[in-house]
């Protein structure tokens, strides 16, 4: 999906390391959001942003942080990998706004692995 | 109980098969769904959105039962290619999307 850019693609990371998962979009939307999606689980909200200035923690935020940069980027951070952290990550965008509920637009995930 | 239901499947159909999932929802202030299809190991994909009068697009048809509170999506004349996990979507006041676990379609000649 051109619009959504997320980078890593795949990493694999020691239990205990820190990394940050990177979002961008070019499609000018206000909300962003980040999911985890796991093998019988789904689709599950770690935090999401509505708008350029904020953050709020979705279904499973814990052992996560983030950060809204700008309009366009929106970070995931681990700070302590864990062995439950072990996921595919996807970040998605929406209108936000008077078409907040349009569909959303999603990246092409990061499977992260961590040992 | 999560907020979007889906039966995991797998639906192993033939190919030219009719075949229908049902998703159902629990949030009642839900304003908006979507039917998402998903590939193995990307990222999933809007294959439509869904109307209060239902809609169509070519062998794809939604329909969205508010009394009831779910959503369905018929796939006429299968073909190999739509073998792929069908994940059915919903957003409401929050403008928060919530999804099902997702419905797998395995269609075989």
């Known amino acids: 999906n051109a619009g959504v850019t997320q980078t890593p693609k795949f990493q694999v990371l020691k239990t205990g390391q820190s990394m940050t998962l990177q979002c961008a979009q070019d499609?000018?939307?206000?909300?962003m959001y980040w999911y985890r999606q796991d093998p019988g689980m789904g689709l599950r909200l770690i935090y999401y942003?509505?708008?350029?200035?904020?953050?709020d923690k979705g279904e499973v935020p814990n052992g996560y942080n983030v950060s809204r940069l700008n309009k366009r980027e929106f970070s995931l951070r681990l700070e302590s990998a864990a062995p439950s952290q072990t996921s595919v990550y996807f970040c998605?965008?929406?209108?936000?706004?008077?078409?907040?509920?349009?569909?959303?637009?999603f990246g092409q995930g990061t499977r992260l692995t961590v040992v | 109980r999560k907020e979007v239901e889906q039966d995991p499947g797998p639906f192993n159909v033939p190919e030219g098969a009719t075949v229908a999932f049902n998703c159902t929802y629990s949030?009642?202030?839900?304003?908006?769904f979507f039917w998402y299809r998903q590939d193995c190991r990307k990222e999933p994909k809007l294959l439509m959105s869904?109307?209060?009068s239902g809609n169509e697009d070519g062998r794809f048809t939604a329909q969205l039962n508010r009394a009831s509170q779910y959503i369905s999506l018929l796939i006429r004349d299968s073909k190999l290619s739509d073998s792929a996990t069908y994940l059915c979507?919903?957003?409401?006041?929050?403008?928060?999307?919530?999804f099902g676990r997702g419905t797998s379609l395995i269609v075989h000649p």
């Open positions: 949030n009642s202030a839900s304003q908006s």
């Open positions: 499609m000018n939307h206000n909300s």
């Open positions: 979507g919903r957003s409401g006041g929050s403008y928060i999307p919530t």
């Open positions: 998605a965008i929406r209108p936000g706004g008077n078409r907040g509920n349009t569909e959303a637009f």
């Open positions: 869904v109307y209060s």
């Open positions: 942003s509505a708008s350029e200035g904020t953050t």
